[in-house]
């Protein structure tokens, strides 16, 4: 989350294998970050003048560390749901599994939660018969429409405490990102944020509504996200956790 970098591809040899990495260089990043990305592997975030030498021993140095995180991304990996678009199934909707019925009617398509199922309604131009691929867009565009409408009513919420108001809010299906905030003040949110527990989804929407007061990860840009969020630190490890399961979906 926050600003955009300029991406490289890296390689290195450790002394386990070989490791490919992103490299994401910022003129704002002061410090080499490295993280395990659910689709990416390796990230390396780094200020503009790093050399790849000096990256390369901060590889070295942490060469445990990448070997144990990859352990667990490769296990999270084999344990990611195995999805079957049909009526019937169990989907992720605001942190709850439920039992999707579908429906057809003379209106437009809706995705409604009544008496614990997740009811998408489609037209009745809509066939029938749609195939898991079909089926899979349709609930895309539904959850999509989801996660504008809470994900726009809880920045209307938390700006008026933030103290910040953005110029737009976009909706996209980021394949690394749960959110950023632009140099123009235009936040970014995955709409998969949806299916995530509701304060887990607040936080990202704290977490990017702060950027447009602090444009790092500063003590001052953690202290303001706390003031508002006490407990941030819990939705940020379920992402960490957790987040990457609902790639599934």
Known sequence: MGREARVEQGEVLLGWGRVTYRLKRSKRRRTVGLKLDPEHGLVVYCPQSVSLRRLEEVLYRNSKWIREKSRQAE???????????????????????????????????ELLLIDGRLQLILPAKVSACLSEEELREQMHLSFRAAARETIEARVAFFERVVGFQPRSIRIKGQKTRWGSCSARGILNFNWRLILAPPPVLDYVVVHELCHLAHLDHSRRFWARVGAVLPA?????????????????Y
Not at 232 to 248: D, I, K, M, N, V
């Open 75 to 109: 296990a999270r990996r084999a344990a990611m749901p195995q999805v079957r678009w049909t009526p019937g199934a169990r989907l992720p909707f605001k942190g709850v599994h439920y039992p999707l019925e579908l429906l057809f009617h003379a209106g437009k398509r």
């Open 232 to 248: 941030y630190a819990e939705a940020r490890s379920w992402l960490t956790e957790h987040g990457s399961t609902l790639y599934a």
